[in-house]
């Protein structure tokens, strides 16, 4: 099975700031269409995931362009630029270049 | 509007059976592959199961294979998860979601325990 690691477990960001989500990932996620088979999903306290980023690098519809995403074929990293209250939640990075489908652990953003 | 609406939660004994249902609008479902997930209190999430738009393909967790069952009835835009030989660890919140994970719905509580 394929496993994400995410890092931090936490990061607390003063609004205004950026943060930075790590994911790094035991196999390489390119599959053989091309395609880097990385999502990056936020859950808000209380609610359900929601899709951020798919395909490694495309902002998923309604999602603010602060948030960006980068990486190789086996780290990633998930940029959100001038955070917001909103973005409070915990982030997940997940694949879905084979079964089982797998996420990370999880990195909960706090506002100082 | 995309809507996803699970149910069919509840307390169930170790050992019951308990079946889930998601309820699909807003978007053709027969033309979408389905997954359910699972996030257990304080936990990340865990993929449980995936079903093709047709039915074709099917794939299971193996946490929960030979267990769980994952089905669909397109006429009817409802996906199912029938779940036997429950439990403890099965306690959780179950989402359906859309093949992409670009759609969640809210979840469906199922709690195992006597």
């Known amino acids: 099975d394929i496993v994400l690691t995410q890092a931090p477990l936490s990061v607390s960001v003063t609004p205004g700031e950026s943060a930075s989500i790590s994911c790094r990932s035991s196999?390489?996620?390119?599959?053989?269409?091309?395609?880097?088979?990385l999502y990056w999903y936020l859950q808000r306290p209380g609610k359900s995931p929601q899709l951020l980023i798919y395909?490694?690098?495309n902002l998923a519809s309604g999602v603010p362009d602060r948030f960006s995403s980068s990486g190789s074929e086996t780290d990633f990293t998930l940029k959100i630029s001038k955070v917001e209250t909103e973005d409070v939640g915990v982030y997940y990075c997940?694949?879905?270049?084979?079964?089982?489908?797998?996420f990370g652990s999880g990195t909960k953003l706090e506002i100082k | 509007e995309v809507q996803l609406v699970e149910s069919g939660g509840g307390l169930v004994q170790p050992g019951r059976s308990l079946k889930l249902s998601c309820l699909a609008s807003?978007?053709?479902?027969?033309?979408?592959?389905m997954n359910w997930i699972r996030q257990a209190p304080g936990k990340g999430l865990e993929w449980v199961a995936s079903?093709?738009?047709?039915?074709?393909?099917?794939y299971y967790a193996d946490t929960v294979k030979g267990r769980f069952t994952i089905s669909r009835d397109n006429a009817k835009n409802t996906l199912y998860l029938q779940m036997t030989s429950l439990r403890s660890e099965d306690t959780a919140l179950y989402y359906c979601?859309?093949?992409?994970?670009?759609?969640w719905g809210q979840g469906a509580s199922v709690t195992v325990s006597s």
């Open positions: 807003g978007f053709t479902f027969s033309n979408y592959g």
């Open positions: 395909q490694m690098s």
């Open positions: 079903i093709s738009s047709s039915s074709s393909y099917i």
């Open positions: 997940g694949h879905r270049l084979e079964y089982p489908l797998t």
């Open positions: 196999k390489s996620l390119l599959s053989s269409k091309g395609i880097t088979s």
């Open positions: 979601a859309r093949r992409e994970m670009d759609a």
